[in-house]
């Protein structure tokens, strides 16, 4: 079991959220916690090959956009490493870094870590590696800042105690480690600002439900799971006061991008009066797309929403529409929140 | 196989959807179909006891507001039938009558129902049945008579093609045999005037998903599934210019109570400028609650979101919210459609 990872340099063996590390280095390999099997199995996977790395990311094994980026940059230290051991030419890494990077397309995370590793390429393997860790520890860092510059602004907008209504989930399993909208829950935790925490389950993959779940029971927080549909209700009975998400990309006027069902909180966060208010990472930042309707949002396997594990839900012949993700209008969102700063979207502020 | 009853005496021996009838009367018992089966398995199902039609009732085989409120009214004829065979008083009638008032608590139609046939049980039991009888030709022909109202409304807000967002189920299974919502889908597709029905897939149990993509099928219509969080997204990306939905209860200012996923939809539609229009009997209606704030909205078994089937979703210990229907404010909502009339809420319009 690889769960030495060491957040920091400081404090115990084991991450803030108490699981091993979403995404971790071995080494000359990754490895990644299959949160395709969360919460029934805690099961680490090593990732040896661009192939592998692919397939966990597509399969959503890891998920989550500042996750994927860390497992993009890893997936091009897995190809150096691999080329050299293979005698392949620096060009082929960078082939396999093409393909990492569009991996899936809507989280600008992912491409944003590929690029940044790209560099390093012609400088060999330990410094791809080097990279790539340079990202992961960017990450738990930035996870870090964000949990303490948000839950200010959370309880300087909502007083305590902070009632959230999260969506899917942009908890540490969502990150290399720490995570974004979920650090936040954590530091309200332990400032002893926070309430309850109303879970969307999130469909079709249940990313709350199992997910954010199983964190928020790891933190011993009082939460509730629902279907998502209820969500604007939770708000309009005054249940919860603050909104908290994170984003798959955010564009320069500060439309955000998220998962999909994330726009209805948004809407009715704005007739209820509470701040809708979303944490990420800089990376998730996209200064190059101007607006949400240039965002590309995937559109995934109509079976996510048709079957549940092998058994049809839906009457023989069903088609389905399975966008990812949705787009929530800038005038919409509060705040967006990083590690470096305060963004007020809805007051006309750009990125 | 019960499949004989004849829609107003009239046109073929099926009903209008090409099922049979949802909830329908046997000479001395009701038979209803079991909605948990559907789609895998249309069954239909002998009621000949109070106990059985309650627990069909709340286990939701059968479901829709209409659909209760002729159930409850054919279980009061269940008892008098066993009254008058077991030697039980009048006043018994009245006391089962009373246990199937409330076996739900949201959808008025159910007590409705149940009150209409009561002074009938002092004129035997003959009587009760031919007033329970008399609640399901009604539905019949106010779904057929809303039908034709609410497409020439909805035709004249949104033209044509009209591309429908619609939730749950508000089709011949939420009724006697003829629908709310979805009989508008079907005089749409009847008249050429139908694009593309968006079909949410209505957690927890799957009621869109089910029930509204077999009658889609059936009625042979271009429609798609897709998760609850998808329907603000379809309302936003404008591939539905209408929302259609039906109702368990209508308060006298214009609140609308339904399906818990609605609310979301009447916020996207209200920012996109798109009708949302609600069809439903005049039953539904209930002048006697003020607004919204007085309706018991029913919250069910934290299981329905917990467990998919026996297997656990969430961790061991989760906690759930799980109410059934919410509430729409009526200045969100366009048009209530019923046999009668059309009252505009959103202009102020009430009962």
Redesign the interface.
């Known amino acids: 079991l690889v769960w030495n990872h060491v957040l920091m340099n400081e404090g115990p063996q084991i991450s803030p959220s108490g699981l091993p590390p979403t995404v971790d280095w071995a080494g000359d390999h990754a490895v990644i916690i299959d949160q395709t099997l969360l919460?029934?199995e805690l099961r680490l996977v090593a990732i040896r090959t661009v192939d592998e790395m692919i397939a966990a990311i597509k399969r959503l094994a890891v998920r989550g956009a500042p996750a994927i980026g860390v497992a993009g940059a890893m997936g091009v230290a897995v190809a150096a490493i691999a080329a050299e051991r293979e005698g392949r030419p620096v060009a082929w890494v960078h082939l396999e870094a093409d393909r990492l990077a569009v991996a899936r397309p809507t989280a600008v995370n992912l491409r944003w870590a590929v690029e940044r590793v790209r560099p390093a390429i012609e400088f060999g393997a330990p410094a791809v590696v080097a990279a790539a860790l340079a990202i992961r520890d960017a990450d738990i860092a930035s996870g870090m800042a964000v949990a303490a510059r948000a839950a200010d602004l959370v309880i300087d907008l909502c007083g305590t105690p902070v009632n959230v209504q999260t969506?899917c989930n942009a908890g540490s399993l969502a990150c290399a480690e720490v995570g974004s909208a979920l650090s936040v829950v954590r530091a309200l935790h332990f400032r002893g600002a926070l309430g309850v925490v109303?879970v969307?389950?999130?469909?079709?993959l249940?990313q709350g439900?199992?997910l954010t779940?199983?964190e928020m029971?790891a933190l011993g927080v009082n939460?509730?799971?629902?279907?998502?549909?209820?969500?604007?209700?939770?708000i309009?009975l005054g249940?919860v006061n603050c909104v908290l998400i994170g984003a798959d990309r955010i564009a320069a006027n500060g439309d955000v991008c998220n998962?999909?069902?994330?726009?209805?909180l948004a809407?009715?966060a704005a007739?209820a009066g509470i701040p809708f208010v979303v944490v990420a990472p800089e990376s998730t930042l996209d200064p190059m797309t101007p607006d949400g309707t240039a965002i590309e949002v995937e559109e995934r396997s109509e079976d996510e929403?048709?079957l549940?594990g092998d058994r049809?839900?839906?009457?023989?012949?069903?088609?389905?529409?399975?966008?990812a993700f949705?787009?929530t209008p800038a005038d919409l969102v509060s705040a967006v929140v990083t590690e470096a700063r305060v963004i007020r979207p809805n007051r006309g502020e750009r990125l």
């Open positions: 919460p029934a969506h109303h969307d389950e999130t469909r079709p249940l439900a199992r779940a199983y029971n939460y509730r799971v629902q279907v998502d549909g209820a969500g604007p209700s939770a309009r249940l998962k999909v069902g994330s726009y209805p809407l009715a007739r929403v048709l549940w049809h839900i839906c009457p023989p012949g069903a088609r389905a529409w399975n966008p949705d787009v």
